[in-house]
DNA sequence: CATGAATGAGCTTTCATTCAT
DNA sequence: TATGAATGAAAGCTCATTCAT
């Protein structure tokens, strides 16, 4: 693929990503997303072989994504604490982009029920989840603060509770409460995970 | 409304459950629901003002069945433990009604960050839930088990826990693993609220 | 037809009446019709062939009373003058009645290009619409004020004026131009007649 | 606007003036329009805002068209006779024509009584018309032959005679009887004009 | 007689996709 | 490469008509 694909699929990927925020998973039609991308009707299948599959590459792109800012952000701290609180940083980091993120992620979560290759792709997001969980859990075994059984078990406890929280605020339609849930979150998993 | 009426509607709902179920949320068509209820094409829109009139009377409707399902089982109940186990066996009852249940139910978070009607039900079906763990907790907190600073939060936390197990077992696909994300569900909420 | 099947079938028409002029011939519905009679749903079809049917009846009605109202008028007088002005004061009646009629002719006549049952309709009374105007004519004739060379043609260009200027008038959307438009019309049948 | 988007739109309108014409305002569809400018279903939706755009780009176009043809005749002319004559050949043109024209006017006009974007339309239509009456009386005047009152007034006469005799016309669905009520209408004008 | 539930044909409109330019 | 005109399938919805009650 040349530079150029690559750099035009990357500006229709993007645009998907703002379009599918503003009008949903179903909704949003390729003209959409040509004109957030400012280009015309038929780039989108001229580089995508359909609109299934700009969207599950919009899938792919916005969890890889997520997840490397979040490991990034854990692997620069080096206590237990300051990993954690990175963790829920870097996930709850503003209201503006975790609205846009969830919304289109709990769209994709609702399709892969249906869909096997967005099924596939949320599997790998969520091996990367627990990785990082994993990552803050051992350190807090390290310091002698916590005592983890089974660390799969603690890693799918901990995605539930971030999900959870972000998908109960993002109910609320309320950018203010954003501060409460995260800190909400924060407790929840600390006070699972201190046990 | 008529006795004949309310019947019918039920009726609609009911076939629109199942056809939402397998077809999806956008993608389920008025007639796929008229087949599913055995009826031709114009009843649905006769019972109903329109497709979205249908889909929010369906939304109400099991998202009310679940919560009086669940409140009778915890109310059945007289510990702290029982009440727990009651509840967690009526919400996870079986891999094919929580399958379909939380299909449909995800199709509708995702339709509610765009759609007000949607968010209210959930709104209120949420405030449900809590108050069944409410009660849990308060007897948990009566035997002594259990300390809870805020009955909110722990609601909230127990809500995250089920919400997410169950989208993480929704995601395996897989029936047979029914059983262990129950089970880690349930160990995981008394790791958090016996902290 | 019984007692009852004519009443009832007034009745529908009555309401079939009202219906058209407010939502228009093509617009309309039987239930619309229905709703008006207040009746149920079912009546027209009962009462009636088909929708076609009451509407071709409807416009029976209107076109028969009209010309019933207009004769009786014309023949109430006695001069030239008088007979002429009773006719313009019995169709230019008041801007509600001349809205509500000549809104539902304008819907027959457009139809009746397309409607051999309308035409026929129609053509009776425009016949009986010339018979009016002869009577005017051969009065004003006896008392020496004019000299028709052919009453037909007169007739036509009478009926012409008066269609045109109410048509004209029915565009303008303004109930205050009502007399003006009558008195215009008055006079250009006056001009034309006694030229 | 492109040149090919003009003329495609054009082809469109020309294509809905036949199919009105033979099926009514309210009964033509889409797919009529489409087939009979032989496109696909999808392209008058494409051109067109929807169906009502479509129509009322075709009553702009048709009484645009009639006025510029029936200005040009009259401006052809010199002698008020000549004029006069030239404006009722130019109205009367032949009958498969004025069918045609009359037919969907007539429609137009029933709508209209509902619907101010045609009646805006027909508004501009009638100053037009009365424009042209206008520049004939002008001429009658000039030469003598006749003295207006009012140019308003007698514009609004000569339109209905117009009209109404050609409505007349229609309705006896006759090709035949067309030179007859050409000539009796123009009789009608010189009489009302020239007394 | 009267009702109104039920049917299904038929409409407008949207939109993914194709393809000539 | 890129465009956007064109296609036509498929959807929601309306409503005349029928008919069991």
């Given at each position: 693929?040349?530079?150029?694909?690559?750099?035009?699929?990357?500006?229709?990927?993007k645009?998907a990503?703002q379009a599918v925020?503003?009008?949903?998973?179903?909704?949003v039609?390729?003209?959409?997303?040509?004109?957030?991308a400012d280009?015309?009707k038929g780039?989108?299948?001229?580089y995508f072989?359909?609109?299934?599959?700009?969207l599950a590459h919009?899938l792919?792109?916005?969890t890889?994504r997520?997840y490397?800012?979040?490991?990034?952000?854990v692997?620069n701290?080096?206590?237990?604490?300051e990993?954690l609180?990175?963790?829920?940083?870097a996930?709850?980091?503003?209201p503006?982009?975790?609205?846009?993120?969830?919304k289109?992620?709990?769209?994709?979560?609702a399709?892969?029920?249906r869909n096997?290759?967005y099924?596939k792709?949320?599997?790998r997001f969520?091996?990367n989840?627990f990785?990082i969980s994993q990552?803050i859990?051992m350190?807090g075994?390290s310091?002698?603060?916590?005592?983890?059984?089974?660390?799969d078990d603690?890693?799918k406890?901990?995605?539930s509770?971030?999900?959870?929280y972000?998908?109960?605020?993002l109910?609320?339609?309320?950018?203010?409460?954003h501060?409460?849930?995260?800190e909400?979150?924060?407790?929840?998993?600390q006070?699972?995970?201190t046990s």
């Amino acid at each position: 693929m040349s530079r150029k694909t690559e750099l035009r699929r990357k500006q229709i990927i993007k645009a998907a990503y703002q379009a599918v925020s503003d009008k949903g998973y179903e909704t949003v039609t390729l003209q959409d997303i040509a004109n957030y991308a400012d280009v015309s009707k038929g780039v989108p299948n001229y580089y995508f072989q359909n609109k299934e599959d700009v969207l599950a590459h919009l899938l792919e792109e916005i969890t890889e994504r997520i997840y490397q800012k979040e490991k990034a952000a854990v692997e620069n701290e080096t206590s237990f604490q300051e990993m954690l609180q990175a963790y829920i940083n870097a996930v709850f980091v503003n209201p503006e982009d975790n609205e846009k993120f969830y919304k289109v992620y709990l769209d994709f979560l609702a399709q892969a029920t249906r869909n096997e290759r967005y099924r596939k792709i949320n599997a790998r997001f969520y091996q990367n989840c627990f990785s990082i969980s994993q990552l803050i859990i051992m350190r807090g075994e390290s310091e002698g603060l916590l005592h983890s059984m089974n660390y799969d078990d603690d890693g799918k406890a901990m995605r539930s509770l971030i999900d959870g929280y972000m998908i109960q605020w993002l109910m609320t339609g309320d950018h203010q409460k954003h501060r409460t849930y995260k800190e909400s979150c924060l407790k929840a998993i600390q006070t699972y995970l201190t046990s």
